[in-house]
């Protein structure tokens, strides 16, 4: 079923990673030490991880003060001028970055899009979703990891 979460090997620290954002400076998984964050690997051409990025545009307005962040990991073959285009004709408030093919490996491969990891303050993957999920049940998520 689309959205249900997936068995996560407990504790499993996340994979550092080192990519471009839609600004061409350099983003790297360090830069957000300490936070609680949904990894979202999405497409432009992709209707589900489309129909999700409103309710991260929401997450990222409602929790970013209590140090939550989204970031959107685009694996379009377009150019970052597209990405780029696209970010902002649908008023995406959370860094985006663009694959280098090695992060998708990192995380163990991705089966389909969107696939979505949710990750505590220490940096352990959680959660791991693929298919579309409602904004409720990542909101159930990481609002317990928030509070510690």
Known sequence: MAGEP???EAMKQAPHWELQGL???TIQSSDYKGKV???VF???WCPPCRAEIPGFIELQKK????GFTVVGVSVDEASLETVK???EKHGINYPIVLHDGKIVDAYGGIEG???TFIIDRNGHIVKQHL???VPAEFEKEITPLLAK
């Open 113 to 115: 899009l969107p696939t």
């Open 23 to 25: 600004d061409g400076k």
């Open 63 to 66: 929790y970013a003060a209590q």
């Open 131 to 133: 298919g579309f999920t």
């Open 42 to 44: 999405w497409a432009t």
């Open 6 to 8: 997936k068995p996560v």
């Open 37 to 39: 964050m949904a990894i």
């Open 85 to 87: 285009a696209f970010a």
